[in-house]
């Protein structure tokens, strides 16, 4: 089975702290993700990659970066904590283009910025 | 663009009755995959079923099938014989063959089993 794990399933931090979120796939996956999960907003891609060292900004990547060394491993980056980064974050890997390859998504890391 | 909507933002279904949750999407992408997702309270997605835009037959996974009809660009997921289990967000998602692998959401539609 496909196993995506994240390092925290909470998390508190303050406003202005740089705050790392890592998600590690043990499935040898390209491609990997970063959303983030609202109420009634669903979810919304942050930053992807599919590569080692490589990224893609998705639709809503102002206030974060990411950071891909390792093909299983990618982290995500609140370079300076704001209270509107208040969300569960959601990591998820799948393999190259596939259109039928399904992404598996990691547990999920609940953050709030205070 | 590309976007997914679900217009139920909550459903109610007893013990053991089917229930039919909708997605409507919009894409000028040909080639294209849908899938759905549940997600329970403990936060996880969980990948249910897949609907490829040229399979020519409904998707089905156990319990779940997919009715798609491409013309009216739906794919709702019918869950039979509805459990306790049941319980939980569930999300419609659409992915693009060309480009970004990324999924687009819907916001989801809270479905709760009554026993």
């Known amino acids: 089975d496909v196993k995506v794990t994240q390092s925290s399933r909470y998390l508190v931090k303050r406003t202005g702290e740089k705050v790392f979120l890592e998600c590690v796939q043990d499935?040898?996956?390209?491609?990997m993700f970063w959303y983030r999960q609202d109420p009634g907003l669903g979810l919304r891609l942050i930053y992807f990659?599919?590569?080692?060292?490589?990224?893609e900004k998705g639709d809503i990547p102002e206030g974060y970066s990411v950071s891909r060394e390792k093909k299983e491993r990618f982290s995500l980056i609140l370079e300076s904590a704001s209270t509107n980064q208040t969300s569960m974050y959601l990591c998820?890997?799948?393999?190259?283009?596939?259109?039928?390859?399904?992404?598996?998504f990691g547990p999920g890391t609940r953050l709030t910025v205070l | 663009a590309q976007k997914i909507t679900q217009t139920q933002p909550g459903m109610f279904v007893q013990e053991k009755e089917a229930v039919t949750l909708d997605c409507t999407y919009d894409t000028s992408d040909p080639s294209y995959g849908l899938f759905w997702y549940k997600q329970p309270s403990s936060g996880e997605m969980i990948f249910l079923i897949y609907?490829?835009?040229?399979?020519?037959q409904n998707a089905t996974e156990g319990r779940y099938s997919l009715n798609f009809q491409k013309a009216r660009k739906s794919a709702n997921l019918v869950i039979s014989a509805s459990q306790l289990g049941d319980s939980a967000m569930y999300f419609c998602?659409?992915?693009?063959?060309?480009?970004?692998?990324?999924?687009?959401f819907g916001t989801g539609t809270r479905l709760t089993v009554i026993p």
């Open positions: 998602a659409m992915r693009r063959t060309a480009g970004a692998n990324n999924l687009f």
């Open positions: 998820a890997s799948s393999s190259t283009g596939i259109v039928t390859d399904t992404q598996y």
């Open positions: 609907q490829g835009s040229y399979d020519q």
């Open positions: 990659s599919y590569d080692v060292k490589m990224k």
């Open positions: 499935m040898d996956h390209e491609n």
